[in-house]
């Protein structure tokens, strides 16, 4: 088995609420390869970012992560890490507001820029240069004028492009992306996804892309894991899970997706709720919501099993979903 | 990919709308000068006069401010002396222009101190927490705890009567606003994403404080400094009419008043004028203020 990038495993995040602790990350373990994409999906409060934000130690105040994370910076075996040390050196991350994600007291260039001069000691002209390069790579036109604007001045797209820039200024090997094309309308957000593709490719670099949007990670990822309720429900090769999902929660994330093709009595909803974090239990969370549920799905404690060598699904009846 | 397959000639414009030249910026320079309120402009110009008046006093005065004329006392006013003389002769008209010299540098740095001091501890106390915002919002409860005034006459007291006593009272008392105000703008802006995007980038917690922090909170801060020149010029001449201001003979505002105070009945004008600049300043200083406020709520 090759080399990992990144492992996590059995991260958990607590957080307090009303004095009260909760989990809203709850065992989550995934492991990355060099260079490549792996999806998060899920729906809001699943977990999804705070489980990609818990890896940089971005948790909000009063967050606590545990769990087990390993990262090779040298390409060597992975080896455990704290947050700070990779901020700058291996994994940078961007954001889903391109407008709250840029300092809008600093020009562009100036943002780009910051990384280099302060971790390579470059000097400022170098700097520019390299600020300039990158915002060429990243596809902003007129990059030696755009540099000298503030954030306001660029449209959404192209802040969006910036950030990216700006992530990119100090080399990582790993790029987290928190949901950075939501806010955008669908075009840019193509191009953003091309984009990332493209320079996965170009600067070997491993990308993980948190989305609640399905129908996106499974057009960019290698691989897709879907989260509900603070756990990993099923994970695998992107284009497997969603021809074929193995896991009825994401059968049902498939069918709320709205296409072209189908009328719109195909679209369907998920009934209720996904759970409160305070009353998450052992057994398998979707179960009050799932279509296909068994009587000992609340009781059957959760773990999530391995189908093949890639693949894997939470669920205990499996077969109840293969039969439709 | 390239994106100019998308946008064959990218829009050039900024976000409100008006075109840019090539270094980003507006091209129409007086489209500035016309977004300014006309109030900030008349408040504006208050306060220029001010400093003018302060600038050139030797050049406007009529006489020696602290020049004494036993034979002219009280007297009303004349083509000599515009507005009169006081208790010892001394031309009033010169006295307020010269006293210009002593409020306005001393209301400015009277509000200048404590926003320093307050900035930069609110400043640490947001962005380090812990024990370092404990140890400064405690000291600033403490401070607030005592009655402003009282607080200020007791260190006059201790220290001595004059400028620099004042000016250390006002910044002991006064940085506790504006500690508190940019305290809470760091704890707002330390959780939005372009700092964490510092920290991911791995720049020290004081360069994020300096260039990523820091020029986003002070704006609240910089809103509130003309309304505390204003407290401050005030309570300067409320001191100085207690007679714990300036010393005489120099010439100060509030110290005028309580000197003109009584003869109110005969020479109106002698503690009235001091009182009306007083007035105009303040009203000059809101005006910018207010109007900061404005432009920072738009």
Known sequence: MSEHLLEVSDLRVTMQRRGLPITPVDGVSLTLDRGEILGIAGESGSGKTLTLRSILGLLPQGGVAEGDLRFSNDGGPPAPFVPTEVHGHGISIIFQEPMTALNPTMRVGDLIAEGPRIHQGMSKADARNKAIELMRLVGVPTPERRARMWPHQLSGGLRQRVMIATALSTEPKLLLCDEPTTALDVSVQDQILGLLQELRVRLEMAIIFVSHDIAVLGELCDRLAIMYAGQIVEIGPADEIISEPKHPYTAALMASVPSFQGTSEDLQGIPGHPPDPAAFTSGCRFAPRCAFAQEDCEQTSYELTSMSDDRATACIHPEMLAQT | MTFDEYFPSPPDEGSSGQPLDPEGTPIDERSIWRRIPTKAKIGGAIVLLYVLVALFAPVIATHDPIE?????????????????????????????????????????????????????????????????????????????????????????????????????????????AYARLVRSEVLRVRGLDYVHAARVAGLSRFRILRVHVFPNVISQALVYLPSDIVFATLALAAFSFLGLGIPPPTPEWGAMIAEGQPFIRTNWWFATVPGLVIVGLGLGMSLVGESAEEALER
Not at chain 2, 72 to 101: K, M
Not at chain 2, 143 to 154: D, M
Request: aromatic content about 12%.
């Open chain 2, 68 to 176: 004494i004329d036993p034979i002219t006392r009280l007297a009303s006013p004349t083509a000599e002396h515009i507005l009169g003389t006081d208790e010892l002769g001394r031309d009033i008209f010169s006295r307020i222009i010269y006293a210009t010299r002593v409020d306005l540098p001393l209301g400015f740095l009277g509000a200048f101190l404590p926003a320093l001091l307050g900035v930069a501890l609110g400043a640490m106390a947001g962005y380090y927490g812990g024990w370092v915002d404990s140890v400064i919002m405690r000291t600033s409860d403490i401070v607030q705890a005592f009655p402003a005034y009282i607080l200020i006459i007791a260190l006059v007291f201790a220290l001595g009567q004059g400028a620099s006593s004042i000016i250390f009272a006002f910044t002991i008392l006064g940085w506790v």
